[in-house]
């Protein structure tokens, strides 16, 4: 068995590593001329350092359509949904769990200066607005990575965004792998609050399998952590941000696999009765950079049985919504679903 990464000394090394806290930088991958470079489909913009992303609505048949972030950022912006959203991505360098389906190559993971430059939040936002009028996208997606390593990135952009009177007209998406409490360790009451009453911000969290052993081979972490996940959504939610969740079914093992996906939709709604109609399964493929290093790490075999098991899983999870939401609830739009810790706030 493979070791596991020890998470928080892990996350306190790739902090330190994809932070300066004195000048404001985040240590942001260059795209241009990297690995990943040849899996985007438009060249690498804004110096190098982000991409156009197209958010695709329609998945493979069989599978869920994902409406993240399409439908939050289309709201909050008050434009008519569309199946397909442009957006400027960013990647911070550093990320505390090696998930194998990663579509970044580990290189842009690691905090090394060589894939990567020290950018503030001015200057990302001076690269974007310097990209012309017809390609610049409505949304900017912060990704990495994991940008919660670096949790004040969220907030630095959210400030110079304001400052430049872009609040409101430019969506800001993030997502979360669930793996630490920088947020709270952090940031302070102000940078909370701000995160939470920011207009035009929208939050994803990942949960990374459907039980514990799915997790670990997912993230290579240990399998306890598994429950954290769900103890840092909660805190989350509490904050009233807008918040939603993605999950990926890639497992080891198919036996129980619908009793395990009851208790995973029953520890969703322990959290928010409504929170599995605000999550999107992810489907994971093995493609690109991913087939390069599930052949380089001789894998290929189980990856490829692990993609026949979220199959199973996924079945088992349309199941379970559909005995537990009705028709038009499943039906609404996954910004219209209402949270009732929202509400609490």
Request: hydrophobic share 40%; glycine share 6%.
């Amino acid at each position: 068995m493979p070791e596991l990464i020890d998470t928080d000394k892990f996350s306190e090394a790739m902090r330190r590593k994809g932070v300066d806290l004195d000048r404001q930088r985040i240590l942001i991958s260059k795209l241009a001329g990297s690995e990943q470079e040849k899996d985007i489909t438009k060249q690498p913009n804004c110096g190098g350092y982000g991409r156009i992303r197209h958010f695709r609505r329609r998945t493979t048949a069989g599978w869920p359509a994902n409406p993240l972030p399409n439908d939050p950022a289309h709201k909050a912006l008050g434009l008519p949904t569309t199946d397909v959203m442009h957006a400027q991505v960013f990647q911070n360098a550093v990320c505390n769990w090696r998930c194998w389906y990663c579509f970044v190559p580990f290189a842009l993971l690691a905090g090394d200066e060589q894939n990567a430059g020290w950018l503030s939040a001015k200057e990302l936002l001076d690269l974007y607005l310097a990209e012309p009028d017809s390609e610049r996208a409505a949304m900017i997606d912060l990704t990495g990575g994991q940008p919660d390593l670096v949790p004040e990135w969220v907030p630095w952009m959210m400030s110079e965004l304001r400052r430049r009177g872009l609040e409101g007209k430019v969506y800001l998406w993030s997502d979360d792998n669930l793996s630490n409490d920088y947020f709270w360790q952090h940031l302070t009451d102000a940078d909370r609050e701000l995160v939470a009453t920011f207009r035009g911000y929208g939050r994803v969290a990942c949960f990374k399998g459907f039980d514990a052993d799915s997790f670990s081979y997912n993230t290579k972490a240990a399998p306890e952590l598994f429950d954290r996940q769900f103890d840092l959504f909660a805190r989350l939610l509490a904050l009233g941000i807008d918040l939603y969740a993605y999950t990926t079914f890639t497992a080891t093992r198919s036996d129980n696999i619908g009793d395990s996906m009851a208790r995973f939709v029953d520890r969703l709604q322990s959290l928010e009765p409504n929170l599995p109609l605000r999550t999107v399964p992810l489907e994971v493929y093995v493609a690109g950079v991913v087939k390069e290093r599930a052949e380089k790490q001789s894998f290929l075999p189980q990856a490829n049985e692990s993609l026949l098991h979220q199959r199973l899983a996924i079945d088992a999870w349309c199941r379970e919504l559909e005995h537990r939401f009705s028709s038009d609830e499943r039906a609404q739009s996954i910004a219209d679903v209402p949270l009732a810790a929202a509400s609490r706030r």
